[in-house]
């Protein structure tokens, strides 16, 4: 959910958005939309947030994606004051500032995505169905339900990250870091399409998945260390 009462909106005096930031926000925008058009979003579920130096451009509450604008950069320190504009950031924002305390991410990208979200409700983990776990860094674990926005829901989430780039939260959702956002959205497609597998996998009656041990998943992820890397 992105709505956040406005009394536990913590305010510091607003400045200018520096070059880098304005085009950090451009982007967080596009990656945004690209939530919604990709169908990993409804309405203003989900958001996205860009860490630039020590400010954490984040999408606003309650404001639907294709109506925001350059003049809406939303922008908070790692402490959770507001630096930058003047819209209410997300109410998971918490969960967002874990994350870049945390890692070195310079991307967070949280959605409600149908496959990802029906899985952590059976699940403790995703099943190994697919080598792609290995990008994830190894078996996609399920944070433990807590409402969401909380600090609770936070430290669940980092307890399920660790040595991951993603993970899901229990009847909840998605969240995955990355370098940049075009990298924490890509994991986020990957999650919710290996949910989606195991999820039609599952629904064959009268017949069990077969999955990847965890050797095989060593193997994967050795092989990955040198993907895309010249001769």
Known sequence: MNDRPRDEHRTARSRKATDEEADAWRDLVATARRTAADGLVVGTSGNVSVRVGDTVLVTPSGVPYDRLTPDDVTGVDLDGRQMLGTLVPTSELPLHLAVYRTTGAGAVVHTHAVHATAVSTLVPELPLIHYMAAALGGPVRVAPYA???????????????????????????????????????????????????????????????????????????????????RH
């Not at 040595?163 to 899901?168: A, H, N, Q």
């Not at 956002?181 to 290996?194: F, G, H, K, V």
């Not at 193997?219 to 260390?225: F, N, P, S």
């Open 147 to 229: 409402p969401y926005g909380t600090e609770e829901l936070a430290g669940n989430m980092l307890r399920a990250l660790a040595g991951r780039t993603g993970c899901l939260l229990q009847n909840h959702g998605t969240v995955t870091c990355g370098a940049t956002l075009d990298q924490a959205l890509d994991r986020t497609a990957q999650l919710e399409w290996m949910c989606r597998v195991w999820l039609t996998a599952s629904s064959v009656p009268g017949l069990t998945p077969s999955l990847l041990t965890p050797g095989q998943l060593a193997e994967v992820q050795e092989r990955m260390r040198d993907y895309g890397r």
